[in-house]
């Protein structure tokens, strides 16, 4: 076993984990940091497009009128007081800050409209990445730069504990299965949740595991939990979850967005027809929701999970041949966000509109969806309702039910606008589309306080234990609130947090 020491060290290498380390060197500590992986990043490197922030400069020049205070009544009002008041008002109120600190090491942000149509309207607090990858590139320069040592393929494996229960470092394990001890009076924990583990999973979700698509950072299996919890750490929520829009794959297959945007998936043209308003219904073969719910995606994706994790889009040949050959005008919600994401990389930024293109393979890609059993086809209702395991009679009354509502543009059930009331149910020959949860990550973790402290049952500080981003539970209530970039936001703020903390504890020692 090689042996190290440090003033603080610092488990996982994402946005959480860096802001942490680099703050920490800022008070002129030794600090180490260790990644599981290959590389720096984690979740915030291949995740979202930028963070949450409120009264940052670039609001300010632009006269947006966002406040910290309107900021914090929302978020408290979404979670009904049942989060970590003094919390949420710390990280918000270094929120602005925190803008100019991670330009400061390379990260440029530009403020833009919220990318979600349903968010529009709201006050913009989403600073969006002017280049991700240079400016993680950037900070981590900085990080070495400043001294901090960065050890990779290295895992925390359990907390070292002394007198008092106070935190004297860590045991970590290297790839090639050697120990490494490093002598630490500050551990700061951000492996980023629990999301990948899904023996852990189980007893937490309120759907079957199987019927949750994951798209975050696969080596988070929960490791600073466990060391946390055995260090006699308090936990909270731990069966809150970052829902987040909905997806089109087979069972156990996972979903490849990246390949959705190239248009070299199986699925491209059905999953842009997920993000449009049709008809939906559950395994129950009844309507749920106003499927305008679909603009927002945090909600969307609760609603979703709400009904038992999946759902089926209904069409009718009519339907299927109108967006093979016309696309629509009806606004699809991933059209913004994606196409944010692909302006980035280019020279000459695309229009972004709402409308869908003619989609010229979903027939296609229908008929093969069908071999791999996430889309049906039927001449009439009946015999696709045998096919979908939903009773006959109730899915004939519930496509009744929403061609009338079509017909005459109302919908007394749901209240779906007139304007998204457009394509019936009535041409045979039929298909409908299993549509199913998708989680990022994992909200519920570590419980802290506002120092990001991890605290025990008592709510007593751990002496020199910290934790940040999705290892760290208090910020959330029971879902994903709407506030664009708070994921990201809270990672870059709770490390920050938590790295002010540990000077401030380490130099009172």
Not at 127 to 156: I, N, P, Q, R
Not at 363 to 388: G, M, S
Not at 447 to 462: F, G, S, T
Request: charged fraction near 20%.
């Amino acid at each position: 076993m090689s042996e190290l020491n440090a003033d603080v060290v610092v488990v996982g290498s994402g946005a959480a984990g860096i802001s942490a380390g680099l703050t920490a060197l800022e008070g002129g500590l030794k600090v180490i940091l260790i990644e599981k992986g290959k590389n720096y990043g984690g979740a915030s490197l291949f995740g979202g497009l930028g963070l949450m922030a409120y009264e940052s400069k670039h609001q300010k020049a632009a006269g947006e009128t966002a406040t910290v205070k309107q900021g914090f009544e929302e978020l408290m009002t979404f979670t009904h007081h049942k989060s970590n008041g003094a919390l949420t008002r710390a990280v918000l109120g270094l929120s602005a800050s925190t803008i100019d600190w991670i330009e400061g090491y390379g990260i440029e942000t530009r403020l833009v409209e919220n990318a979600q149509e349903s968010h529009h309207g709201r006050p913009r607090t989403y600073h969006e990445y002017v280049d991700k990858f240079a400016g993680f590139k950037a900070m981590f320069a900085h990080f070495e730069e400043k001294g901090g040592v960065f050890l990779t393929e290295t895992a925390g494996q359990s907390l070292l504990m002394g007198e008092h229960g106070k935190i004297t470092g860590i045991d970590a394990m290297r790839a090639d299965g050697s120990r490494v001890k490093i002598t630490a009076p500050v551990v700061v924990i951000a492996s980023g949740g629990f999301g990948a583990n899904k023996e852990e999973l189980v007893g937490k979700l309120k759907i079957p595991e199987r019927l949750l698509n994951y798209m975050g950072e696969k080596k988070s299996v929960g490791d600073g939990l466990h060391m946390a919890a055995a260090a006699g750490a308090d936990m909270y929520n731990l069966d809150t979850f970052q829902l987040h829009f909905a997806v089109v794959a087979p069972e156990g297959e996972a979903f490849d967005l990246n390949a959705i945007i190239n248009k070299k998936s199986a699925w491209s043209s059905i999953f842009w027809a997920t993000g449009l308003p049709l008809l939906w219904v559950s395994g129950a073969g009844k309507r749920f929701v106003n499927e305008c719910v679909v603009y927002d995606h945090a909600l969307w994706a609760n609603t979703v999970y709400a009904v038992g994790g999946y759902y089926y889009y209904l069409l009718d040949s009519k339907t299927v041949q109108s967006l093979k050959t016309e696309g629509t005008d009806i606004t699809d919600s991933f059209e913004r966000t994606i196409k944010e994401a692909q302006n980035l990389q280019l020279a000459s930024p695309q229009a972004i509109t709402g409308d869908v293109a003619p989609l010229p393979d979903i027939e296609d890609e229908i008929r093969h969806a069908i071999t791999r059993q996430i889309a049906w086809t039927a001449p009439t209702l009946a015999v696709l309702a045998d096919k979908i395991g939903v009773d006959s009679t109730t899915l004939t009354a519930t496509v009744d039910a929403y061609n009338q509502a079509v017909d005459g543009g109302d919908d007394p059930l749901f209240y779906k606008p007139r304007n998204a009331l457009r394509y019936a149910v009535k041409q045979g020959p039929f298909y409908a589309v299993k549509v199913r949860s998708n989680m990022l990550g994992t909200l519920g973790g570590i419980r802290v306080n506002e120092r990001l402290e991890a605290v025990n049952q008592d709510r007593k500080p751990i002496p020199g234990l910290y934790a940040a981003g999705y290892d760290a539970g208090g910020l959330y209530g029971d879902s994903y609130p709407v506030t664009e970039g708070l994921t990201l936001g809270f990672a870059f703020n709770s490390g920050r947090i938590a790295g002010y903390s540990a000077r401030d504890y380490l130099h009172a020692r």
